[in-house]
């Protein structure tokens, strides 16, 4: 089993910037990612990142996100960021740290490990 625990969902205003952090307890997936689901809505894919080698990996966004967020990680952290910048209100969501055993992430249903969430809000 592995758990995630993910950090820095909060309030902003509009045209803000954020980064979520999250971090695995071990490494036993190749490929992690963010879903976010807003009120009323299903989960949806945001961004996600291969493993694969400590020089190489793939990565995968949303249309909606592309060009303003961007994730990264941290192989011997086992960690995975998302950096979101620009901000807009119908990004207010909760954000789902994600791990799996798939080269990569696209769909919920690849998805082995989730985390708990954190709230992001952004304001008009």
């Known amino acids: 089993q592995v758990q995630l625990e993910e950090s820095g969902g909060r309030l902003v205003q509009a045209g803000a910037s954020l980064r979520l952090s999250c971090t695995a307890s071990?490494?036993?997936?190749?490929?992690m990612g963010w879903f976010r689901q807003a009120p009323g809505k299903e989960r949806e894919f945001v961004a996600s990142?291969?493993?694969?080698?400590?020089?190489?990996?793939?990565?995968l966004y949303v249309d909606s996100v592309k060009g303003r967020f961007t994730i990264s990680r941290d192989v011997a952290e086992n960690a995975v960021y998302l950096q979101m910048n620009s901000l807009k209100p119908e990004d207010t969501a909760v954000y789902y740290c994600?791990?799996?055993?798939?080269?990569?992430?696209?769909?919920?249903?690849?998805?082995?490990?989730w985390g708990q969430g954190t709230q992001v809000t952004v304001s008009s």
């Open positions: 994600a791990a799996s055993t798939f080269n990569t992430i696209g769909l919920d249903t690849e998805v082995d490990y």
């Open positions: 990142i291969s493993w694969g080698s400590d020089v190489t990996y793939n990565t």
């Open positions: 071990r490494r036993a997936f190749i490929s």
